[in-house]
């Protein structure tokens, strides 16, 4: 999996995902499908790009505790 993670159009994973969220005002899971969506590529490699960028894996991982899709985890916020 590590290969595919080193193609050159998913060097800008985080900020694609960003600038989805932001034009679409849409989630972050929704966002990523979005992106996978465009680029032709399977939602499970989204899924292990996401895993990679500590920004964006904790967004999604906020959002999946507030849809209650995971059991929250401690917060200092």
């Known amino acids: 999996m590590d290969n595919v993670i080193d193609l050159p159009f998913v060097s800008n994973f985080p900020l694609e995902i960003e600038k989805l969220v932001k034009e679409k005002k ?7 499908i979005l992106w996978c969506e465009r680029e032709k590529i399977d939602v499970v490699v989204g899924g292990e790009l996401a895993k990679k960028s500590d920004t964006i894996r904790e967004k ?3 959002e999946a505790e507030d849809l209650h ?7 200092l916020f």
């Open 69 to 75: 899709y995971m059991p929250k985890s401690a917060r």
């Open 26 to 32: 849409t989630s972050y899971i929704e966002a990523v």
């Open 60 to 62: 999604i991982q906020v």
